[in-house]
């Protein structure tokens, strides 16, 4: 079983829609929830992380973690065409500085 | 702002070649990473380094090897190419107090024929 398991997608919507993208885990050690962003041809950047349960907004994004379920969700209001790219979650432990990444949704928006 | 650069976007090389890819970021950070990404497996580390001349292996560190001899310089080195080495190669970095936020570079897209 792999450590943070992501539904690849592809995920399509119309724009102004509410985009929700999830992903599981199995360590329950894991302390810090991240989501990065990556445009096509690009390196991730970091959009959100967060530490606690609980919701945590930025924005139009908003990132939830449930640490009871292993389930982390990062919420996008309002979509946008720009908000087209792939979505990776990741997860860190402090012990021997282990960084578990998702395998990515890839989101389009249509205009 | 962090930025992380590397040395090239897109590399082709042949099988038997020895190949150096370079990560250099600009913000005094402790550690550095090295990952491929692939499509359907995401993000793998290869190796990762927290001091200069200190470095770790991650999970898929074979046919690899790293070198940092300054702080901000991680160098990835592919021995011999192989063509199962053909992916997306990313430099990370970090601060030591704030592990969990990595920045990435751009990517170098390696071929090898």
């Known amino acids: 079983q792999k450590e943070v398991e992501q539904d690849p997608g592809p995920l399509s919507v119309p724009e102004g829609a509410i985009v929700s993208l999830n992903c599981t885990y199995s360590?329950?050690?894991?302390?810090?929830f991240m989501w990065y962003r990556q445009y096509s041809r690009k390196g991730p950047e970091l959009l959100m992380y967060?530490?606690?349960?609980g919701n945590k907004e930025d924005g139009r994004f908003t990132a939830q973690v449930d640490k009871s379920s292993k389930y982390i969700s990062l919420f996008i209001r309002d979509s946008q065409p720009s908000d087209s790219a792939t979505y990776l979650c990741a997860m860190w432990v402090d012990t021997g500085n282990q960084f578990y990444f998702g395998t990515g949704t890839s989101l389009t928006v249509i205009p | 702002d962090v930025k992380v650069t590397q040395s090239s976007r897109y590399l082709v090389k042949r099988t038997g070649e020895k190949v150096f890819l370079e990560c250099v970021q600009d913000?005094?950070?402790?550690?550095m990473f090295w990952y491929r990404q692939d499509p359907g497996l995401g993000l793998r580390l290869i190796y990762f380094s927290y001091d200069v001349k200190m470095k770790e292996k991650g999970d898929i560190p074979e046919g690899y090897s790293v070198s940092r001899e300054k702080k901000e310089r991680f160098s990835l080195i592919l021995e011999s190419a192989s063509t199962n080495q053909t992916s997306m190669y990313l430099c990370a970095s970090s601060l030591w107090s704030r592990e969990e936020t990595q920045y990435f570079g751009p990517g170098t897209r390696l071929l090898v024929l």
């Open positions: 360590n329950s050690a894991f302390q810090y």
């Open positions: 913000m005094d950070h402790e550690n």
């Open positions: 967060t530490y606690s349960s």
